[in-house]
C-alpha cells in the first residue's frame, strides 16, 4: 500500500494550494481518507476526512470554510482544497487511509499514511 501526496509549496498568506493523494494497493473506494499536518516536535493534528458512502466530510474548526476536501474514486485520489491560507497553517502535512466508516479525527484509526508534504505560508 502505498499513498502519496503532492502539491505542496511555499505560497503567500491569502493563497490557495491543492494537495492530491494518491492511493496504490487498497481498495480506495472502502476507505475513509483524512488529512493531518504536523509540525517538528509537535503531535499531528486532524485537518478534516471524507468518507467513501457518501462523501460526508469532517473538518477541524481552524479550517472550516476555508479547507475541503473531496476525492474521486475512478483515480484513487482524495484532495485537500486550501484557501485563504495563513501563516499558521504551515505544516507538514499527510494524507491517512482508515478502514471504517465515518471520518474520524483520530490519529489512531488511520492505519496507512503517506510521507507528507510540505505547505510553507508567508505573510
Known amino acids: 500500500v502505498q499513498l502519496v501526496e503532492s502539491g505542496g509549496g511555499s505560497v503567500q498568506a491569502g493563497s490557495s494550494l491543492r494537495l492530491s493523494c494518491t492511493a496504490s494497493?487498497?481498495?480506495?473506494?472502502?476507505?475513509?481518507m483524512g488529512w493531518f499536518r504536523q509540525a517538528p516536535g509537535k503531535e499531528r493534528q486532524f485537518v478534516g476526512a471524507?468518507?467513501?458512502?457518501?462523501?460526508?466530510?469532517r473538518y477541524a474548526d481552524s479550517v472550516k470554510g476555508r479547507f475541503t476536501i473531496s476525492r474521486d474514486n475512478a483515480k484513487n485520489t482524495v484532495y485537500l482544497q486550501m484557501n485563504s491560507l495563513k501563516p499558521e497553517d504551515t505544516f507538514v502535512y499527510y494524507c491517512?487511509?482508515?478502514?471504517?466508516?465515518?471520518?474520524?479525527?483520530?490519529?489512531?484509526?488511520?492505519?496507512?499514511w503517506g510521507q507528507g508534504t510540505q505547505v510553507t505560508v508567508s505573510s
Open positions: 494497493g487498497l481498495p480506495f473506494s472502502n476507505y475513509v
Open positions: 491517512a487511509a482508515a478502514a471504517i466508516l465515518n471520518p474520524t479525527s483520530d490519529p489512531s484509526d488511520y492505519y496507512y
Open positions: 471524507i468518507n467513501w458512502t457518501d462523501d460526508h466530510t
